[in-house]
């Protein structure tokens, strides 16, 4: 699931993850992810920003760890937030990696590989092994 207020955000990471076969759904804020899940939306992985309207990625993430049916979801924030605070902030609430904003295609491919969920021969869209 990606999580940012950002259309054209959602539609950058959408592209890269669905070049690495994941399927996607999407939500313009935490609370919307929430509701998502609530009614069975179960990812396997969220890719979340920080900073949104109505819920922000770093709530979005207290939650998820609070509701013990979700510990399975792996959380890596995609966010602007740069501050070593809030990076160390995010992954003790439960994030398992922290992406800054700009980054390239093959440093979430990186993140993914290091979290598990690729295979080591995992291709990115046109063919280039990640």
Known sequence: MIIDDSRA??????????GLDFETSEAEHGQDALDQMNAGVVPDI????????VMDGYTFITRVRDNPDWRDVTLMMV????E??????ALAAGAHEYVIKPFTPDAIVDKLALLGLLQPDAVLGGGVPA
């Open 9 to 18: 955000m959602r539609s950058i990471l959408r592209r890269i993850v669905s």
């Open 84 to 89: 070593q605070r809030n990076i160390v902030r």
């Open 79 to 82: 966010t602007t937030e740069s």
């Open 46 to 53: 969220c890719l979340v920003d920080w900073n949104m309207p």
